[in-house]
C-alpha cells in the first residue's frame, strides 16, 4: 500500500508558475512508476507527466511538453511537477498516482494503470 498526498496547488495569472509535491507514504522502498494527471470539470482525467523512480525516465503530455518538468527527491519521498507558462487550459484539479514495478510510466488518459492516488490539489490559471 502506498499512500499520497498532494501540494502546492493555488491561483496564478497565465505566464506565472506553481510546483505541486506529492509526497508518498507506506510502501516506497521500491521503485515505482508515478505520475501527475489532471482533470477538469466535465473533461477526462488527462496525463501530464510521468516518471521511473529507478532510473528517472520521464514522460510528457504533448500540452506540456517545454513547460512542465516532473522529478523525484528520493529521500524526502516526494514527488514534483514543476509548471511554467502556465496558461487558463491548464486548470484543473491535479492528482498524483503511483504504480508499483513491474511498470512503465504512462500519461495515458484516465491513469488506469496507476493504482493509488492522492486527495487532488487545484490549480487555478487566470488570464
Known amino acids: 500500500q502506498v499512500q499520497l498526498v498532494e501540494s502546492g496547488g493555488g491561483s496564478v495569472q497565465a505566464g506565472g508558475s506553481l510546483r505541486l509535491s506529492c509526497v508518498a507514504s507506506g510502501n516506497t522502498e521500491s521503485s515505482y512508476c508515478m505520475g501527475w494527471f489532471r482533470q477538469a470539470p466535465g473533461k477526462e482525467r488527462e496525463g501530464v507527466a510521468g516518471?521511473?523512480?529507478?532510473?528517472?525516465?520521464?514522460v510528457y503530455a504533448d500540452s506540456v511538453k517545454g513547460r512542465f518538468r516532473i522529478s523525484r527527491d528520493s529521500a524526502k519521498n516526494t514527488l514534483y511537477l514543476q509548471m511554467n507558462s502556465l496558461k487558463p487550459d491548464d486548470t484543473a484539479m491535479y492528482y498524483c498516482?503511483?504504480?508499483?514495478?513491474?511498470?512503465?510510466?504512462?500519461?495515458?488518459?484516465?491513469?488506469?494503470?496507476?493504482?493509488?492516488w492522492g486527495q487532488g490539489t487545484q490549480v487555478t490559471v487566470s488570464s
Open positions: 498516482a503511483a504504480d508499483p514495478p513491474p511498470c512503465t510510466p504512462s500519461v495515458a488518459p484516465g491513469g488506469a494503470s496507476y493504482n493509488y
Open positions: 516518471i521511473y523512480t529507478g532510473y528517472s525516465a520521464t
